[in-house]
């Protein structure tokens, strides 16, 4: 197999990882938690900055819903189920 060959496999590869791995949070607005609790959950369980927490904040606000992370299955359950203990409305799709 000559070089080309075996690059073209490894991009191949990465693409079908893309395709397994396109798991998504999504987290849903409601009318009990505050902005700021929202925030602040998004920070400790999702990893999130500030800025970027905010922005997810707001867009959930104004939209219903907003996608918070995107990954593997063994990354995004853990945060469904810690945003979900904090009371906040969380699906995988």
Known sequence: MSNYDEGY???E???LDDII???TLL???DDYHTFDFVVDALVDICNH???QAEQCAYITH???KCDVKKGKMSVIRPMREGLAKK???VTIV
Do not use: A, I, P, S
């Open 21 to 23: 791995n396109r798991n």
């Open 9 to 11: 496999l490894g991009e």
């Open 49 to 51: 900055d500030l800025e």
């Open 87 to 89: 009371g906040l409305k």
């Open 27 to 29: 987290l849903h607005n």
């Open 13 to 15: 590869n990465e693409v």
């Open 62 to 64: 104004y939209k219903g």
